[in-house]
């Protein structure tokens, strides 16, 4: 998964103001050190080096071997084979993983890797109750706490306030409201977009919010794959006119002719479903969006069934059952997830929606602050956190290629997406199957 | 090559066949540890994956129909029989064509060309296939009108439809290598004597005549070369589709080409006995490509 990549650009821009949160934090973060001491091994994205750069600064007590890698979808491959290299050899695990893709505590939680500890009981109970219930249930698998969420990525609706203000449109509600507005928009204003559907994630934006059963675990290794659900079906039918239309066009965010067309320059973007951290860094940064036009609104629902919403990503941090230091590892985590020294402020130490909730009501608090948005974002981000539909399970296969090569392929083709369901159903169950799993439909 | 050996006795013949041991031996003794090392031994090794399971335990031909079995295996197949049957035909037909009408130039003219050829060749690899990810968007790409004439592309991922996949990578295989190969020809149309064009000339043969009745028989064994080394190469595409595949965000599967789902199979699902048995049968296939060219084309023959 590539989702997290530009932070790396971001981090690098923001570098000065991280060095200047480091001192901050060693003169208040020390607090935090508890008894841990002795030596770990840790693996980190670029994201996240500031932070374990920033444990080391605070925590003198512990030596600690900080090791970056690409924690995405490349990392991931990286990662499976330096740990059956290291299963091999018996020795030589890292202590401490952090990952990009949220599924990935679930291959490293099962043979042949079986790499990950089980932190319940381990880590402190009473932090726990920090995380919301859905990003706890994403991190057990077979009833073990095998990770804990470093940010949550759900989905909220951003909003252009100025060009929903110009065009004298109110902020859809639900998923009809929204597809309204769209053969409006497509009338009225030909050019703008409501969102855009060429993502790898795109069924995550769309599919999971809407509770399509195309990958829930329904029992240890049994995965109910069934894109005939009319869970998925429906919406695929509101989305294809918007597709048609071009009011949600089947491009990515990430490509230059999308900010081409849409961004800044010409400014286009009316609305978009989106995780957490598009936030400032997709709008203002990748797309140009000028600052005081954007804001996020609640996700939104299907006509007035109870609303639920999607996430894409929220990387977790992994500790290894193998290691020999338990208790600095711990508190490496714990620091990394719960501080406030790393999880105060939108920036380089914690660019997304913190997971601990004591620390995102601050990192909120901040985030409403910035003057970059039009409103205040941080009521629909908090109030979207509890409404992760729990259904879509995390699976050791990676079902965006699936997806992307599928559907998103055939989408630019001009092909419906209603169409593309059952090619999408048949490549997820291939691969469910291909990684041992039971495909079943109901 | 001495034409003595052809004309001595079966005696004669006998023993400098039997001297050619010894003495070729220094020559190829550099490379031979290497071959070993890092041919031979993993080719092996290989092989004894191929045909065990993961405690090690005989399989016979189960990996080989497990992995023909895999959802993925024919369709990884079938794009590299296009690739490579589109890329083989284009290198054939462009690289020799172009090398003969080299030939027949000024040889000031003809350097200069040959230089504007292999300049492309000079970009290796995976430096190629990302300037041609701009070439290929049509938003910055200098011959986007072309992209917007024949593939209808407005975007990239348009561009890169799966239907195009086989000969975008068969056009970036040509062009990085196909300037290297024109000089290797031209190399070898140049060990033609010159008398013998001069004799075809006087016998009346124009230019096409002195090409393809002349010239192209002679090259005959660089020709079977190049096909060989390709084909080889061509069965075993990664680079490309592995960096179109990261660059498109997934639009491009990751398990394309065959090389590409032996590398998943051993990395992604640690099924490395599966991942060896695809390259037992991408070693087969190269091998079995290797002797029809070289029966047919008789490379090893020492005189003809």
């Known amino acids: 998964m590539k989702v997290e990549q530009r932070w790396l650009m971001l981090a690098s821009v923001v570098a000065v103001a991280a060095t200047t949160a480091a001192l901050v934090a060693a003169a208040t973060g020390g607090a935090n050190s508890g008894k841990a001491s002795g030596s770990i091994t840790v693996w980190v994205d670029a994201v996240r080096l500031p932070v374990a750069k920033l444990y080391v600064k605070t925590h003198p007590r512990v030596k600690v ?89 759900q989905e909220v609706l951003y909003v252009n306030k100025k060009l929903m203000g110009q065009f004298g449109y109110t902020v859809p509600k639900t998923w009809q409201e929204w597809a309204a507005l769209g053969a409006k928009v497509a009338k009225e204003h030909p050019g703008y977009i409501i969102g855009n559907i060429g993502e790898s994630f795109s069924h995550w934006l769309y599919l999971w919010p809407d509770r399509c059963p195309i990958s829930q675990v329904v029992a240890p290794k049994t995965v109910r794959i069934n894109s005939a659900n009319v869970q998925c079906t429906r919406m695929a039918q509101l989305l294809d006119p918007l597709i048609k239309s071009g009011v949600v066009p089947p491009e990515s965010v990430f490509t230059p002719s999308f900010a081409q067309k849409y961004g800044g320059d010409t400014d286009k973007i009316l609305l978009m479903p989106g995780p957490t951290w598009y936030a400032k860094d997709i709008f203002g940064g990748t797309l140009k969006v000028p600052a005081g036009e954007m804001t996020a609104a609640m996700p939104l629902r299907w006509n007035n069934e109870a609303p639920t919403t999607g996430q894409v990503g929220g990387g977790p941090w992994i500790v290894s059952k193998h290691s020999k230091n338990v208790a600095a590892a711990i508190d490496f985590v714990k620091f990394a997830t719960t501080s406030l020294a790393v999880k105060s402020k939108p920036g380089a130490l914690s660019p997304g929606f913190p997971s601990y909730g ?30 992760v539909w729990k259904g879509w399970s995390m699976v050791t296969y990676p079902d965006q290629p699936v997806w992307s090569t599928a559907v998103v392929t055939q989408l630019v083709a001009g092909k419906s997406l209603s169409d593309q369901l059952p090619a999408l159903g048949e490549g997820l169950s291939n691969n469910a199957k291909a990684a041992g799993y039971k495909v079943v439909n109901k | 090559m001495s034409s003595s050996a052809a004309t001595s006795e079966h005696v004669e013949a006998t023993r400098t066949r039997g001297l050619h041991v010894p003495r070729g031996l220094p020559f190829v003794l550099p490379y031979l540890p290497f071959l070993i090392v890092f041919g031979i031994a993993p080719t092996i090794y290989a092989l004894e994956l191929a045909f065990t399971n993961v405690d090690g335990s005989w399989a016979g031909f189960d990996n080989f129909t497990r992995t023909y079995d895999d959802f993925r295996f024919i369709p990884a197949f079938k794009h590299i029989l296009v690739y490579t049957v589109v890329w083989l035909g284009a290198l054939m037909v462009f690289v020799v064509g172009l090398a003969l009408l080299l030939h027949g130039r000024a040889n000031r003219v003809s350097a200069t060309y040959r230089f504007l050829f292999y300049i492309p060749g000079a970009l290796a690899g995976a430096a190629a296939v990302v300037i041609w990810l701009f070439m290929l968007d049509p938003t910055v790409s200098p011959g986007a009108f072309l992209l917007r004439d024949l593939l209808g592309a407005n975007i990239f991922a348009q561009s890169i439809a799966p239907g195009n996949l086989p000969y975008i990578f068969a056009m970036i295989a040509f062009w990085t290598g196909a300037g290297g190969w024109i000089v290797v020809m031209y190399g070898a149309l140049n060990t033609i004597p010159p008398d013998l064009e001069e004799a075809a000339r006087i016998d009346g043969a124009g230019p096409f005549t002195i090409a393809f009745r002349l010239k192209l028989p002679l090259i005959r064994k660089w020709i079977a070369y190049m096909l060989i080394l390709s084909f080889a190469l061509g069965t075993q595409l990664f680079v490309e589709p592995e960096i179109v595949q990261h660059a498109s965000f997934g ?39 290797a002797v029809v060219i070289v029966t047919r084309s008789g490379l090893f023959r020492a005189e003809d």
């Open chain 1, 358 to 387: 004591p620390a995102a009501t601050v990192w909120l608090k901040n985030l409403n602050k910035d003057p970059y948005f039009a409103a205040p974002p941080g009521a629909a981000m908090k109030a979207a956190a509890a409404l």
């Open chain 1, 65 to 153: 071997n900080v090791v970056t890698y690409d924690g995405d979808g490349n990392g991931a491959t990286t990662m499976q084979t330096k740990i059956q290299l290291w299963n091999r050899t018996g020795k030589g695990w890292p202590d401490v993983v952090f990952s990009e893709q949220a599924n990935d505590p679930v291959w490293m939680s099962q043979p042949p890797f079986d790499f990950a500890l089980n932190l319940k009981g381990v880590f402190p109970a009473s932090l726990l109750t920090g995380w919301p219930a859905p990003s706890l249930a994403q991190c057990t698998v077979n009833g073990r706490l095998v990770c804990l969420q470093d940010n949550l990525a």
């Open chain 2, 251 to 289: 639009l491009v599967s990751d398990t394309w080409s065959t090389n590409q789902l032996a590398y998943q199979l051993a990395f992604r699902y640690a099924d490395f006995n599966g991942a060896a048995a695809i390259a037992v049968d991408l070693l087969m296939i190269g091998l079995l490509g």
